[in-house]
T-cell receptor, first 116, second 114 residues
Framework: EAGVTQFPSHSVIEKGQTVTLRCDPISGHDNLYWYRRVMGKEIKFLLHFVKESKQDESGMPNNRFLAERTGGTYSTLKVQPAELEDSGVYFC??????????????FGPGTRLTVT | RKEVEQDPGPFNVPEGATVAFNCTYSNSASQSFFWYRQDCRKEPKLLMSVYSSGNEDGRFTAQLNRASQYISLLIRDSKLSDSATYLCVVNIRGSGAGSYQLTFGKGTKLSVIP
C-alpha cells in the first residue's frame, strides 16, 4: 500500500512569489492534516480536513496560506505571497479516523520550502 | 510555557546501554499520547502509543502519569539503529467538532555509539 506522498520534495522561491505544495494521502483516509516545522522549532499543526471539509484551521499562521482538498482526495497548500519566515518543512499526514484522537497519523516525507 | 517539553539532549550512549527520555505536557485535557521517531531529514514515524497502565514493545517501554502530566520512554539494550530523534507527542482536541491535532515536543536526539 502506498504511503502519504508529497510534491515537491524541495522548493526554493524568492520572497513575494507563490508556491503550491501537494499532498496525496493514503487511499481511503478521510482525514488529512498539514503540519510545519520551522528551523529550530517543534512541528506545529496547521489544519485538518475531513474529506473535503476544513475541520480545524486554527493553526494556519495568516491569510497568505490557503489549503484546499477538492473532491476529498489530494490536498494543496498555497502560500501567496511567500515571506522569509515561511521557510521550513511542511508535512502532510493522513489517518483513517479522528474520533478519540487515537488513530495513527501517517506522515509524508515533507516538502522543504526555502524562501530567499 | 511550551505545551510539550522534552529533555533537551543530545544523548550519546554506548551500544547496549539503557536510556530514558522524559516529557511533560501542559494541557490536562490531552486525549492520547505517543512517542514518534524521526530519522535525519525524514518524516516522523509512530514508535508507540502510551497508556496509563504502561506498555512495552520489545526493548521499548512507555509510561504515562496523567496526574503529573508526565510521559516517559525507556530503551533497553540500545542498538546503533536506535539513533534518531525521539518526539514526545500529545493529541489534543482541536477547535473543530471531532477534530484532534498532534502537539509535538522539540525532540531529543539519541546517538548510539559502537
Amino acid at each position: 500500500e502506498a504511503g502519504v506522498t508529497q510534491f515537491p520534495s524541495h522548493s526554493v522561491i524568492e520572497k513575494g512569489q507563490t508556491v503550491t505544495l501537494r499532498c496525496d494521502p493514503i487511499s481511503g483516509h478521510d482525514n488529512l492534516y498539514w503540519y510545519r516545522r520551522v528551523m529550530g522549532k517543534e512541528i506545529k499543526f496547521l489544519l485538518h480536513f475531513v474529506k473535503e471539509s476544513k475541520q480545524d484551521e486554527s493553526g494556519m499562521p495568516n491569510n497568505r496560506f490557503l489549503a484546499e482538498r477538492t473532491g476529498g482526495t489530494y490536498s494543496t497548500l498555497k502560500v501567496q505571497p511567500a515571506e522569509l519566515e515561511d521557510s521550513g518543512v511542511y508535512f502532510c499526514a493522513s489517518s483513517q479516523g479522528s474520533g478519540t484522537g487515537s488513530y495513527e497519523q501517517y506522515f509524508g516525507p515533507g516538502t522543504r520550502l526555502t524562501v530567499t | 510555557r511550551k505545551e510539550v517539553e522534552q529533555d533537551p539532549g543530545p544523548f550519546n550512549v554506548p551500544e547496549g546501554a539503557t536510556v530514558a527520555f522524559n516529557c511533560t505536557y501542559s494541557n490536562s485535557a490531552s486525549q492520547s499520547f505517543f512517542w514518534y521517531r524521526q530519522d535525519c531529514r525524514k518524516e516522523p514515524k509512530l514508535l508507540m502509543s502510551v497508556y496509563s497502565s504502561g506498555n512495552e514493545d520489545g526493548r521499548f517501554t512507555a509510561q504515562l502519569n496523567r496526574a503529573s502530566q508526565y510521559i516517559s520512554l525507556l530503551i533497553r539494550d540500545s542498538k546503533l539503529s536506535d539513533s534518531a530523534t525521539y518526539l514526545c507527542v500529545v493529541n489534543i482536541r482541536g477547535s473543530g467538532a471531532g477534530s484532534y491535532q498532534l502537539t509535538f515536543g522539540k525532540g531529543t536526539k539519541l546517538s548510539v555509539i559502537p
